[in-house]
T-cell receptor, first 109, second 117 residues
């Protein structure tokens, strides 16, 4: 079945850019998502990209997809303390979403 | 337009008791998914339901767990004879269409945190 991998931790300084990476195994995945989870809360959909796209930009967020390498990344420009959270990559095809374990982003003031 | 509602937000049960978790999808959404999140882990798919039907329960433990999504009312995830290992956050998500049919974006509820004593 599908396997989604993420690095577990990332620490950046306020104002810098953050890049969170994700790899997946199923080349038939059609939609790829980024969700944000703050402590004690549910998952908030940040953005998604369709598999026939290479890039999607939405304000401070940029998603890059390398379909050949099955690699997805989320770049957060001008990272703020409010961006501290766990970020989950998720992929879907003909089966329900498969999630990575999440990357915990810590922003240092 | 209210989001996905889950209740209760926190549930404490003793070993052997039953836990009932409720999920009301977003208005207009007929597809419901349940996920379990163990501490320091990602979300694991449990079951996918459409009104009155279980579509995919491949992630559901074979015993003690059941789910339903009746024609009227919320979806229910039921755990019988709970054990300490059932302690986790249980999230429900809904979407207007099913997987593989287009942008099946799932919107998540706030979760129910189950603690088994």
């Amino acid at each position: 079945g599908e396997d989604v991998e993420q690095s577990l931790f990332l620490s950046v300084r306020e104002g810098d850019s953050s890049v969170i990476n994700c790899t997946y195994t199923d080349s038939s995945s059609t939609y790829l998502y980024w969700y944000k989870q703050e402590p004690g809360a549910g998952l908030q959909l940040l953005t998604y990209i369709f598999s026939n796209m290479d890039m999607k930009q939405d304000q401070r967020l940029t998603v890059l997809l390398n379909k050949k390498d099955k690699h997805l990344s989320l770049r957060i420009a001008d990272t703020q303390t409010g961006d501290s959270a766990i970020y989950f990559c998720a992929v879907s095809g003909n089966t329900p979403l498969v999630f990575g374990k999440g990357t915990r982003l810590s922003v240092i003031a | 337009n209210a989001g996905v509602m889950q209740n209760p937000r926190h549930l404490v049960r003793r070993r052997g008791q039953e836990a009932r978790l409720r999920c009301s999808p977003m208005k207009g959404h007929s597809h419901v998914y349940w996920y379990r999140q163990l501490p320091e882990e990602g979300l694991k798919f449990m079951v996918y339901l459409q009104k009155e039907n279980i579509i995919d329960e491949s992630g559901m433990p074979k015993e003690r767990f059941s789910a339903e999504f009746p024609k009227e009312g919320p979806s229910i995830l039921r755990i019988q004879q709970v054990v300490r290992g059932d302690s986790a956050a249980y999230f429900c998500a809904s979407s207007p269409i099913g997987p593989g049919t287009g942008t099946d974006t799932q919107y998540f509820g706030p979760g129910t945190r189950l603690t088994v004593l």
